[in-house]
């Protein structure tokens, strides 16, 4: 039973690993796609935004919804607390180091001109969601479900085991 608890949690970690990339690499790349598209938008004569003619826009709204439903099911889904904790720590602490140090929480971004540009894309996006408060937001809300008892404790499988005993014949015989 122990060994299982210990793999629960070992997944949670690894499932935490991968959502904090997600979160930082994926929604900071779609974050710049999105509002490139808005800024477009908006110096549109009609204002409006057409994604059917600007198709970044559309790609980078449709990981913006990937990312949220990633983040929603790692939340709301019966996993191990670890698998919101890293993220929301690396968050944290990365919007703590952005309070104290502008200039330091910033140069953490991948923003190197010689890097793949879409490292750097999603690295000027992460700038952009750290400055605005998004990081701190999300940080917080995933750190929400490590505070929850019943999310360190594992399924109870000792209901079969209630369920079996009261159906059981009692001491002194039965019916038959």
């Not at 999300?138 to 005993?165: C, H, K, N, T």
């Amino acid at each position: 039973m122990n060994e299982v608890v210990t793999m629960r949690h070992f997944l949670g970690l690894l499932l935490g690993v991968v959502v904090t990339a997600v979160l930082l690499v994926g929604a900071g790349w779609a974050s710049q796609d999105v509002l490139r598209g808005m800024a477009g938008a908006a110096n549109a004569a009609t204002g409006t935004v057409d994604p059917v003619r600007d198709t970044k826009a559309l790609i980078g709204l449709g990981a913006m919804l990937a990312a949220g439903l990633i983040l929603g099911l790692v939340v709301a889904g019966r996993v191990s607390p670890l698998a919101t904790f890293v993220p929301s720590m690396v968050l944290l602490a990365w919007t703590v180091i952005y309070v104290l140090d502008v200039t330091r929480a910033l140069g953490l971004a991948p923003t190197d001109p010689s890097m793949n540009p879409m490292i750097v894309q999603a690295g000027k996006g992460m700038r952009q969601l750290l400055g605005t408060g998004v990081f701190a937001m999300l940080g917080i809300a995933l750190f929400i479900p490590v505070l929850m008892p019943s999310r360190w404790a594992g399924r109870q499988r000792d209901l079969e085991e209630d369920y079996e005993e009261e159906t059981s014949e009692p001491a002194g015989g039965g019916y038959y």
